[in-house]
């Protein structure tokens, strides 16, 4: 599957974005998606995922890392082919290049970069203060 993220943008402090993940080539519904982030001279870091369209975590089909918990949304658009973050409450350190990826993985809720198998280009947050 071929993934482009969009969205990105430069916001102050406090202040939302909606990233969007466009995806081509394959079945998206059968993917579980996920974002990462990167910042500056830092490893990629788990952002949120949600499950493919048959699947469930715990009960639920989406995960998000500590940070991020309350303050963003994934979400799926599976007529269209697109996963959604929802950034509200943006905070300075959520400063990163944001990156939407697929996994076909079951079973387990994929959080590490080797769960998945396909990664969009990447784009930029910068929330100034």
């Known amino acids: 599957v071929q993934l482009q993220a969009s969205g990105g943008g430069l916001v102050q402090a406090g202040g939302s974005l909606r990233l969007s993940c466009a995806a081509s080539g394959s079945t998206f519904s059968a993917y579980n998606m996920g974002w990462f982030r990167q910042a500056p001279g830092k490893e990629r870091e788990f952002v949120a995922a949600i499950s493919w369209s048959g699947g469930s975590w715990n009960g639920g089909n989406t995960y998000y890392a500590d940070s991020v918990k309350g303050r963003f949304t994934i979400s799926r658009d599976n007529t269209k082919d697109t996963v959604y973050l929802q950034m509200n409450n943006l905070k300075p350190e959520d400063t990163a290049v944001y990156y939407c990826?697929?996994?076909?993985?079951?079973?387990?809720?994929?959080?590490?970069?080797?769960?998945?198998?396909?990664w969009g280009q990447g784009t930029q947050v910068t929330v100034s203060s």
């Open positions: 990826a697929a996994s076909r993985r079951k079973g387990v809720v994929p959080k590490r970069t080797a769960d998945f198998d396909s």
